[in-house]
């Protein structure tokens, strides 16, 4: 038995170990999550209308700090129009397993935008860290060169 339960623990932390590979979560919060529940803020319209009232709460607060909303502008503008919309709002309460599916759609395009953003990032670094090596005929290091290895600035 005690050989059983042994093997059944080894399988699970294999399994868990492998699925784990190239998630941004710690192995043991992936291995914690296998055994919690699930939860939905589709449950009811109390849940519904806490995570409404407390996501728009911290929208405002974000955007009444100057630095804080310029951030939000440009790394979650989708997500911020999509929950600020009065439709979506009400999609909530009608269909919430929509309103689901259009938050992650919201965060998705945020997500891709943010890659863009930071592919044309790297392009205008490497770019602008060429035109000295072009100018001296060099790929050496320069005096231009900041130190800062692939740092964009």
Known sequence: MAK????????????????HRGSSQSFLS???????TPT???????????YLTNTINLLNAFQQNTTY????????????????SPVNQALLYSNCT???????SAKAADRTAERNRESVARDIYN??????RTATGSNG???????EGCRRH
């Open 4 to 19: 059983l339960v042994c093997f059944a623990f080894l399988f699970i932390c294999i399994s868990a170990s492998l699925a």
């Open 30 to 36: 992936y291995f914690v999550q296998l055994f919690v």
């Open 40 to 50: 939905s803020i589709c449950a009811n319209t109390t849940t519904q209308a806490t």
């Open 69 to 84: 909303n310029a951030v939000l502008q440009s790394e979650s503008i989708n997500f911020v129009t999509f929950i600020r």
């Open 98 to 104: 929509a309103f689901v599916t259009g938050v992650k």
């Open 127 to 132: 770019r602008l860290r060429q035109v000295p």
């Open 141 to 147: 290091p320069n005096d231009l060169d900041s130190g």
